[in-house]
């Protein structure tokens, strides 16, 4: 069974500040999405990672992929109130016949004005 | 517009009441699923259905049916819910790849009484 370990698991800061969450597993993933989750919705797709060392940029966004394709990290820089959200990864399958997707838990942002 | 449409998107119902959850999509995916997602447990997947008369177990399907009769619809079907089936509900699409988006819909929150 692949399991995906985000953290942290709840982060609240100031808007302006920086931040870093981290999405970690023993296993090798095929690509690595990241979703954001706004309450009474469903996730949405930020973006996807698919080759070992990738660093992807969505405006204040900066994601990347492990070498190995194990992990992945989101970095926000000068965080907004709009970046509030549950924030989640999710990794492909490495094979066989059911394209799910593995999710992280997830990492609740609060980013207070 | 590109989108998942679940609905109801609240539904309080009594245990053993029969209830479907209808999800329909209008991007021509062959893969859908349905997930639940509980506090501290994340996204579980409950079924998966890779193209119409195809579907099969996912992670957590004890207590749920499903069917694909035709490819844009995807019904859930609790034929004898029980309180631990309380929880908030997403069906999602993709085309059926590793790499590829899913999209979900906006969710139905279930309680079950």
């Known amino acids: 069974t692949q399991l995906l370990e985000q953290s942290p698991q709840f982060l609240s800061i100031q808007e302006g500040e920086n931040l870093t969450v981290y999405c970690n597993s023993s296993?090798?993933?095929?690509?690595l999405q990241w979703y954001r989750q706004e309450p009474g919705e469903g996730p949405v797709l930020l973006v996807t990672?698919?080759?070992?060392?990738e660093v992807k940029k969505l405006k204040r966004l900066t994601f990347q992929f492990g070498d190995a394709r194990k992990d992945s990290s989101l970095h926000i820089t000068a965080a907004q109130t709009g970046d509030t959200g549950l924030y989640l990864c999710?990794?492909?399958?490495?094979?066989?016949?059911?394209?799910?997707?593995?999710f992280g838990k997830g990492t609740l942002l609060t980013v207070n004005p | 517009e590109a989108q998942v449409t679940q609905n109801p998107r609240y539904l309080i119902t009594v245990t053993g009441k029969k209830l479907t959850v209808t999800c329909s999509q209008n991007?021509?995916?062959?893969?859908m699923s349905w997930y639940r997602q509980d506090p501290g447990l994340g996204l579980r997947q409950i079924y998966y259905?890779?193209?119409?008369?195809?579907?099969d177990k996912g992670d957590v399907p004890e207590g749920y049916k499903v069917s694909r009769k035709e490819k844009r619809n995807f019904p859930l079907i609790l034929e004898s819910p029980s309180p631990n089936q309380t929880s908030l509900y997403f069906c999602?699409?993709?085309?059926?790849?590793?790499?590829?988006?899913?999209?979900f819909g906006q969710g139905t929150r279930l309680t079950v009484v």
């Open positions: 999602a699409s993709s085309r059926g790849s590793s790499r590829t988006e899913a999209f």
């Open positions: 296993s090798v993933f095929s690509s």
């Open positions: 990672v698919v080759t070992g060392g």
């Open positions: 999710a990794g492909g399958p490495s094979g066989g016949s059911n394209y799910k997707l593995t």
């Open positions: 991007m021509n995916h062959e893969y």
């Open positions: 259905s890779m193209n119409v008369e195809v579907t």
